[in-house]
T-cell receptor
Framework: GQNIDQPTEMTATEGAIVQINCTYQTSGFYGLSWYQQHDGGAPTFLSYNALDGLEEKGRFSSFLSRSDSYGYLLLQELQMKDSASYFCAARRRALTFGSGTRLQVQP | EAQVTQNPRYLITVTGKKLTVTCSQNMNHEYMSWYRQDPGLGLRQIYYSMNVEVTDKGDVPEGYKVSRKEKRNFPLILESPSPNQTSLYFC?????????????FGPGTRLTVT
């Protein structure tokens, strides 16, 4: 993705917690979105942070630090169905996606 | 049901044969966009439209055209497809240009150009 960095792959165990980090370049930055995409499916919106801090949505939380140009997606109580690719996307005039993190949840 | 639809879902074509991929949304969204997805490159924006008759280039517009004559439709046109346009294409929409952080994606169109 354009000036957006996130890990390529991560593996975690069912029931555990995983944190997917994302760094971005700040020019024209408004906020950070997160999307989930299962194999063969379309991306679906998970969360958005416009301000610093933590946004909690059930098992998923997202965090933003504008001063550090950094955010993360936190997935708790991992389930097998959470195996998917996760994209952070920087909202500027348009939405610029990172290359995605492929998360594999193992039993 | 609120949705974004794309047609066709799969297409195999030959170099140079003009094609159009249609996109339609029934949510009265102002903003629509086209992306291509290639392994290891994530989603890259091709074109977007803030409203009817308003379109703008994204990051990878070369070889593509779009039009936005009606609010609900945003077709992607490949005038002379080439093999490097083989990809998975997604159309997306959001309520407004202020709400682009939350986009609704169509099911995707897998295009192969031989």
């Amino acid at each position: 993705g354009q000036n957006i960095d996130q890990p390529t792959e991560m593996t975690a165990t069912e029931g555990a917690i995983v944190q997917i980090n994302c760094t971005y370049q700040t020019s024209g930055f408004y906020g950070l979105s997160w999307y989930q995409q299962h194999d063969g499916g379309a991306p679906t919106f998970l969360s958005y942070n416009a301000l610093d801090g933590l946004e909690e949505k059930g098992r998923f939380s997202s965090f933003l630090s504008r001063s550090d140009s950094y955010g993360y997606l936190l997935l708790q109580e991992l389930q097998m169905k959470d195996s998917a690719s996760y994209f952070c996307a920087a909202r500027r005039r348009a939405l610029t996606f990172g290359s995605g993190t492929r998360l594999q949840v193992q039993p | 049901e609120a949705q974004v639809t794309q047609n066709p879902r799969y297409l195999i074509t030959v170099t140079g044969k003009k094609l159009t991929v249609t996109c339609s949304q029934n949510m009265n969204h102002e903003y629509m966009s086209w992306y291509r997805q290639d392994p290891g490159l994530g989603l890259r924006q091709i074109y977007y439209s803030m409203n009817v008759e308003v379109t703008d280039k994204g990051d990878v517009p070369e070889g593509y055209k779009v039009s936005r004559k009606e609010k609900r439709n945003f077709p992607l046109i490949l005038e002379s497809p080439s093999p490097n346009q083989t990809s998975l294409y997604f159309c997306a929409s959001s309520l407004s240009s202020q709400g682009t952080y939350e986009q609704y994606f169509g099911p995707g169109t897998r295009l192969t150009v031989t």
